[in-house]
């Protein structure tokens, strides 16, 4: 496994913020390392479902990239392999939401993780446990 420092953990944020699927959802990583991540968004008006609220959609993009993030945290390629997915209540608009993500367990290829998005008041909105295959090959932006 590859060592995480500072230059990586830098280096990280930038490519997660160069994601086009980053710009378009407006994600903003806010924290990351080795099976931990924070992961943060507005919900807008251009976000509603036909219900005028916020899509579901929208809420798993930022439950993934929180995922994406906690479980590359660790300097090497890792996939979704399974997300499960729950909503418990509905966000309002104009809030930030925040999905912080930690890690339950991480064998030799398979990891989980359990993702827990909230609003400022700390309601929980929605979470999700998901699994992850985890590769040897270091991300190729790792600091070795």
């Known amino acids: ?26 994600l903003e990583l806010e924290e990351v390392g080795p099976g931990r991540a924070k992961v943060s968004m507005v919900c807008r008006p251009e976000m509603a479902n ?9 809420i798993f993009a930022l439950v993934d ?9 660790h300097g090497t390629v890792a996939v979704a392999l399974n997300m499960n997915l729950t909503f418990h209540a509905a966000p309002q608009m104009g809030e930030r939401l925040t999905a912080s993500t930690r890690e339950l367990h991480a064998g ?30 270091p991300l190729e932006f790792a600091v070795v």
């Open 1 to 26: 496994m590859t060592k995480v420092d500072e230059t990586f953990l830098a280096a990280f944020k930038e490519r997660v913020a160069a994601q086009e699927i980053s710009r378009f959802w407006r």
């Open 50 to 58: 036909i219900l005028g609220m916020v899509h579901g959609s929208a």
């Open 65 to 73: 990239e929180a995922f994406q993030a906690a479980v590359n945290g």
């Open 108 to 137: 030799r290829r398979t990891a989980t993780y359990f993702i827990e998005v909230t609003d400022p008041k700390g309601t929980l909105i929605a979470s999700c446990q998901a699994l992850a295959y985890r590769k040897d090959t």
